[in-house]
């Protein structure tokens, strides 16, 4: 089964406005992080909470994480023609040891200005 | 400096080719890994190793061989390249366990098997 799965899958919004992804994950996990990626380019990390943690900041970001719903949410504040890009949540399972992250399918924003 | 970086950038080839992509950081990481994106934009772990020991494989095929001389380098080797490995690949490197740390990916080389 997958882990992370976004919701939209695209979202189309206009500049100045706010952008909100979600992600679902099935198993416990360690942390779950946000990255983004720009066309043709690689994934670049955006910020990590850990599962003890309910609620990150950093710049215009906020991530929330709800264990008990498995799930997540990442918040863009005042976006910017920049932030287009795909936004995906990946999980680290819980277990240790040195593990690839599991990604969702991740969530096309395209800012509108 | 790039922290990860991946050559070449772009590989275009015909079936039942081998080939090799190559992947360095200068990051001191000790961790590095090799993921598949295909053109759904999924991303897919394949390898990691972890101070030259490989410690996943998540059930590639065997054409796909990782390749690691020293710390900082991971290559991929693909042998008897089929249209399916068509995607992009993406090195990345964390430094310890991924489950506490975040990962550095590098640009990408996409891979197109005609």
């Known amino acids: 089964s997958q882990q992370g799965e976004e919701d939209p899958q695209a979202l189309s919004i206009q500049e100045g406005e706010n952008a909100t992804m979600n992600c679902s994950y099935k198993?416990?996990?360690?942390?779950l992080q946000w990255y983004r990626q720009n066309s043709g380019r690689g994934l670049v990390h955006l910020i990590l909470?850990?599962?003890?943690?309910r609620e990150k900041h950093s710049g215009r970001l906020r991530v929330t994480l709800d264990t008990s719903k498995k799930s997540s949410s990442l918040l863009i504040t005042a976006s910017r023609a920049a932030d287009t890009a795909s936004y995906f949540c990946a999980t680290a399972y819980s277990g240790g040891g040195a593990d690839g992250l599991t990604f969702g399918k991740g969530t096309h924003l395209i800012i509108q200005p | 400096d790039t922290a990860v970086s991946q050559t070449p950038k772009y590989l275009v080839t015909q079936m039942g080719n081998d080939k090799s992509i190559k992947c360095e950081q200068n990051?001191?990481?000790?961790?590095m890994y090799w993921y598949k994106q295909d053109s759904k934009k999924f991303l897919k772990i394949m390898f990691s190793y972890n101070n030259k020991e490989l410690i996943i494989n998540e059930t590639v095929p065997n054409r796909f061989s990782p390749k690691s001389p020293d710390k900082a380098h991971l290559n991929l080797h693909i042998n008897s390249l089929e249209l399916g490995d068509s995607a992009v690949y993406f090195c990345?490197?964390?430094?310890?366990?991924?489950?506490?740390?975040?990962?550095?990916f590098g640009a990408g080389t996409r891979l197109s098997v005609l």
């Open positions: 909470i850990r599962s003890n943690e």
């Open positions: 990345a490197s964390s430094q310890g366990p991924v489950a506490k740390n975040i990962q550095y």
């Open positions: 990051l001191g990481h000790d961790t």
């Open positions: 198993t416990s996990i360690n942390n």
